[in-house]
């Protein structure tokens, strides 16, 4: 049985930590492209050099040619400009959307039976065009931005509730922007409510919703925390991560439920836009949406957050895409 062929479209910061997880994780062969002479050349020859140290076989490459990525089972795409300080994930729109067009185009073109994984910004836009684009089937083109947004929100509960983010559930819906919708009522350790043991911490119900509400607020502005701290870029270890939780669902059929940026067919009232809701992940990419009911507030936060999408690639249609 030969190894699955995965190709990074962008070999920049997200780029290099995916090809090397793949290669720990032995998920199958990497080939990294990028518009960048001798990068993805460098990047892969020193991660491959680690092999014997680290004990894998999978074959990393690096390529400036598109026919490179002939016959990919999987690609994953970060190709696009991060932000910088003072910048919002729109602001990419422009630059990223023009990159995202022409890597759809080759990605139709050299590996047309992949399942894609979106991840540059401004994510839900660049979703939406890679599919418009490519023209491929709803379930092999999918975004990520849930997982990492979730993973955030779980990190903060952890913390602040002194236990092993092994045992936090937290799941956050929507687009991948400001107005991302953090669950909380269902946030839970080990199937205990977030918000009952933070009542019970600080015996105060206001105290432990100001607390919570702390939380959410650092969940949306958590990306732009760390490219105020960077300056020079923006995350890269958790989005890559992020990415391969999803990859690792997909080349195992694992059919995980996890919330990923899919595209709406009916489901949560939207129909024909890619929003962050929780899917099923499996060997046919995104195999289901798994929809149940929001409350009042709830829906009306995640009708804001499926507006600014909506905005997002209205304006993206107004400049040509
Ligand atoms: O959760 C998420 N979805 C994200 C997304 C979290 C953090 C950052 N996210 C976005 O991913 C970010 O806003 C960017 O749009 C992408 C990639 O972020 P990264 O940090 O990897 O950016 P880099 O280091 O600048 O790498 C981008 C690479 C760089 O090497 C360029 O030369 C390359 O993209 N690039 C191209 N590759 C292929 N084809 C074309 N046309 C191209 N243009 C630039």
């Not at 400001?178 to 409510?193: L, W």
């Not at 607390?211 to 020079?232: D, F, H, I, P, Q």
């Not at 992020?242 to 129909?271: P, W």
Request: glycine share 10%.
């Amino acid at each position: 049985m030969s190894r699955k062929k995965i190709s990074l479209i962008g070999g920049g910061q997200i780029g290099g930590v995916l090809a090397q997880l793949i290669a720990l994780k032995q998920l199958g062969d990497v080939v990294m492209f990028d518009v960048v002479e001798n990068l993805p050349q460098g990047k892969t020859l020193d991660i491959a050099e680690a092999a014997r140290v680290n004990g894998f076989d999978s074959k990393v490459t690096g390529t400036n040619s598109y026919k490179d990525i002939s016959g990919s089972d999987l690609v994953i795409v970060t190709a696009g400009l991060p932000r910088k300080p003072g910048m919002s994930r729109d602001d990419l729109l422009t630059t990223n959307a023009k990159i995202m067009k022409s890597v759809a185009e080759a990605v139709k073109e050299y590996a047309p039976n992949s399942i894609a994984i979106i991840i540059s910004n401004p994510l839900d836009a660049m979703v939406t065009l890679f599919k418009n684009v490519t023209g491929f089937p709803a379930n092999r083109v999918v975004g990520q931005a849930g997982v990492l947004d979730s993973s955030r929100f779980a990190t903060f509960i952890a913390w602040e509730l002194g236990v092993s983010v092994k045992d936090v559930n937290a799941l956050v819906l929507g687009g991948h922007g400001d107005t991302m919708v953090p669950i909380v009522r269902y946030a839970n350790v080990n199937g205990i409510p977030v918000m009952e043991l933070l009542e019970r911490k600080y015996k105060d119900k206001t105290k432990a919703a100001e607390v919570m509400k702390a939380m959410v607020e650092r969940t949306k502005m958590a990306g732009g925390e760390v490219v105020n701290l960077l300056k020079t870029g923006s995350a890269f270890y958790s989005p890559a991560a992020s990415a391969i939780q999803m990859a690792e669902a997909i080349l195992h059929d694992e059919k995980r439920l996890i919330s990923a940026c899919a595209y709406l067919n009916g489901e949560f009232g939207v129909t024909g836009y890619y929003v962050g809701v929780p899917a099923i992940l499996g060997e046919n990419g995104v195999e289901k949406v798994v929809e149940f009911s929001l409350d009042k507030e709830e829906q009306a936060l995640m009708d804001n957050s499926v507006n600014a999408v909506k905005k997002l690639v209205e304006d993206m249609g107004r400049l040509g895409f």
